[in-house]
């Protein structure tokens, strides 16, 4: 199995696991959506997708997108998605992504790697803690929700 950065030529694989992903989100299937989106995100550099690939086949990935903290003058990522196919689960595929993208924030100095799950997501909280991730009780996530 290889770890790497998703150029344009890996749109479909990777377009098929962020449609898988999205459905696994209660979202409808929509194969095109997910490859305009993903090809908007590459083209402009707008994230940082990491895949992983074993013998042409694309397991999993995750999507990093660059925020910036004005306090301590660094750049952070926020892990925004990550998805491995239910056939590759329990398979350590998971693991290398997130290794990948804390591998990725420390050479672009980053201040930290942020990410959120759902409170009932328990097996995720292990996975995120079980990395160091740390959960910040203090504070407080509001959303402004737009028309």
Do not use: C
């Not at 398979?91 to 990725?104: F, Y």
């Not at 672009?108 to 740390?134: C, F, R, S």
Request: net charge negative.
């Amino acid at each position: 199995m290889k770890i790497l950065r998703a150029r344009l030529h890996d749109l479909d694989g990777v377009a098929a696991l962020f449609n898988d992903y999205r459905i696994f989100y209660r979202q409808s299937s929509d194969l095109e959506g997910a490859k305009v989106y993903l090809e908007e995100r590459l083209s402009k550099d707008q994230s940082v997708i990491f895949i992983a690939v074993r013998d042409g086949e694309y397991l999993g990935f995750t999507q990093l997108y660059p925020s910036f903290s004005s306090v301590h003058l660094k750049p952070i990522w926020k892990l925004n998605d990550l998805y491995i196919a239910e056939h590759a689960r329990n398979q350590g595929v998971g693991q290398k992504l997130l290794d990948a993208a804390k591998e990725h924030a420390l050479l672009t100095e980053a201040k930290n790697v942020i990410l959120e799950t759902d409170a009932d997501n328990l097996h995720a909280q292990h996975v995120y803690e079980n990395n160091g991730y740390v959960r910040e009780d203090d504070v407080y996530h509001y959303t402004l929700p737009l028309p």
